[in-house]
């Protein structure tokens, strides 16, 4: 399995930007498709964005569509989570997750095998 690590969360005012990081170790990494989920506190973890293996395919959850944007670096091993614009109700801890090595982009949870410890993400309103 890669292992995942999250960084880049932080506070920020309602209507700011933040740009989450999750570096990957392992060689699988190009062969993987990634996601973002997040969780709130009391609700359930939902899925945020995820993008193919070569970065060609990404899918965004309704709530954040033209708001954020998933990018990856297959040279870097790392995968990018831009968020603008940024409500009170982003508020969450922001999860990268990789899927197995050859598997389609997803956007449900369960198939992905690979999960980072997360990083929390609080927007002030």
């Known amino acids: 399995q890669v292992q995942l690590v999250e960084s880049g969360g932080g506070l920020v005012q309602a209507g700011g930007s933040l740009r989450l990081s999750c570096a990957a170790s392992?060689?699988?990494?190009?062969?993987?498709?990634m996601g973002w989920f997040r969780q709130a506190p009391g609700k359930e973890r939902e899925f945020v964005a995820s993008?193919?293996?070569?970065?060609?395919?990404?899918y965004y959850a309704d709530s954040v569509k033209g708001r954020f944007t998933i990018s990856r670096d297959n040279a870097k091993n790392t995968v990018y989570l831009q968020m603008n614009s940024l409500k009170a109700e982003d508020t969450a801890v922001y999860y990268c997750a990789a899927r197995g090595p050859f598997g389609v982009v997803s956007i449900t949870a369960s198939h992905f095998g690979s999960w980072g410890q997360g990083t929390q993400v609080t927007v002030s309103s």
């Open positions: 392992g060689r699988t990494f190009s062969s993987s498709a």
């Open positions: 993008i193919s293996r070569n970065g060609g395919s990404t």
